[in-house]
């Protein structure tokens, strides 16, 4: 499979891969919009995404100095309310250093590049580098889904080779950096990941093996996935004639994030 000359990687593409061959192909490489709904009920799935857009917002905001009680004064939904405070007393009073809210890093990777957007990195002089990811979740994924994940894998590597491109004073190695995922539903239960040299290796070669496989495909080559639950939550599922009903936004398949391609990969990244 020859890749357009400007294609990037990111956690949500290779997400989509290793979830489903197929999907990856008509998503990221034919671009194809199709029309069915990921998630049932609709209005309440969209009511869900927005309001993790809506957080993910006023956190970026927060951290570029915006009075938190004015950001308070914006909010009409218990949801989010909730949400806010469980971040305004629990989770800010806990970041010390240097933070930099909604950081995008790109860096070459076997022959392309990989992309991650972090919602929130914290560097301090030891240095450590802190990873925050904010799931806006109804439901909190468990510690070994999570660290299966792809962004589990994409983003402290990614910031290890790419940190010298916007600090280059510091001299961050793999076991001074944690990503923790932190859940304003669930405030007191983050999740928090520790790096090391040697998930870094086995990093690279996981990933560097995807995308081995991405190029060596053919069209025909992309499968479809083998785990047919998965497909309740994928647009493309009436064109591949796997069922027209969407599935329940209520299980941990379906956590409604703004930026969290659990199932259901809505992000660009």
Known sequence: MKLPIDFA???????????????????HIHKLEWPAVESEPARLHEEKM????????????????????ILQGTIDNTDLSFWWQSFVTLQASQISGTSRPELLISVPFHGYRLL?????????DAPIAKIYDWKTSQVKPNRSNLQKKIQTMVYPL?????????QPAINLSPDKIEM?????????????????????????????GMVDSILAKSESGFNKTDQPQKCAFCRYRSLCNRGKSAGSNTTEESVLSADDLETLSFDAL
């Not at 990614?158 to 916007?166: A, D, I, P, R, Y």
């Not at 790096?195 to 990933?207: A, E, I, K, N």
Request: charged content about 20%; hydrophobic content about 40%; aromatic content about 22%.
């Open 158 to 166: 990614v910031l290890f080779l790419g940190h010298t491109g916007f």
């Open 116 to 124: 991650a957007k972090f919602d929130l990195l914290v560097l301090d």
């Open 9 to 27: 990687f990111s956690q949500a593409n290779l997400q989509d891969f290793m979830d489903c061959e197929y999907r990856f192909l008509l998503k």
């Open 50 to 69: 927005e309001l993790g857009y809506q957080f993910h917002r006023m956190v970026q905001q927060y951290f570029s100095g915006v009075d938190p009680e």
């Open 180 to 208: 923790t995922y932190w859940f304003p539903q669930f405030p007191f239960d983050p999740i928090t990941f520790s790096y090391s040299q040697g998930q870094f290796d086995r990093d690279v070669d996981l990933l560097t």
